[in-house]
Nanobody, 125 residues
Framework: QLQLVESGGGLVQPGGSLTLSCVASGGTMEHYVIGWFRQAPGKEREGVSIISTTSRQAKYVDSVRGRFFISRDNAKNTAYLQMNMLKPDDTAVYYC??????????????????WGQGTQVTVSS
């Protein structure tokens, strides 16, 4: 089972940008679909974006489409979430997770196996 570590979170002003990274170890990331999720205080964990094993397909939740961009570098065992035009509502702990290729398309947390520990993103002036 892959071990995942997220990084890149922090405090940013509204309208700013951050890029999150998700580094995998203990295996090869290229065999897995990667998803990014977030959980704000008092709210359920929600799927943000997902990318196929080959990067040919990506999907976004409506609230981030056009502002967030998911990518991966299988040679580096790393996935990324570039976040632009950040809003206070984007404040949350962000997680990356893996699922199997046949599960591509799902943004349901229950369909994902390995999870990182999360990285905090705070959007505030």
């Amino acid at each position: 089972q892959l071990q995942l570590v997220e990084s890149g979170g922090g405090l940013v002003q509204p309208g700013g940008s951050l890029t999150l990274s998700c580094v995998a170890s203990g295996g090869t990331m290229e065999h897995y679909v990667i998803g990014w999720f977030r959980q704000a205080p008092g709210k359920e964990r929600e799927g943000v974006s997902i990318i196929s094993t080959t990067s040919r397909q990506a999907k976004y939740v409506d609230s981030v489409r056009g502002r967030f961009f998911i990518s991966r570098d299988n040679a580096k065992n790393t996935a990324y979430l570039q976040m632009n035009m950040l809003k206070p509502d984007d404040t949350a702990v962000y997680y990356c997770a893996t699922t199997f290729p046949h599960m591509y398309g799902s943004l349901h947390p229950g369909d994902f196996g390995s999870w990182g520990q999360g990285t905090q993103v705070t959007v505030s002036s």
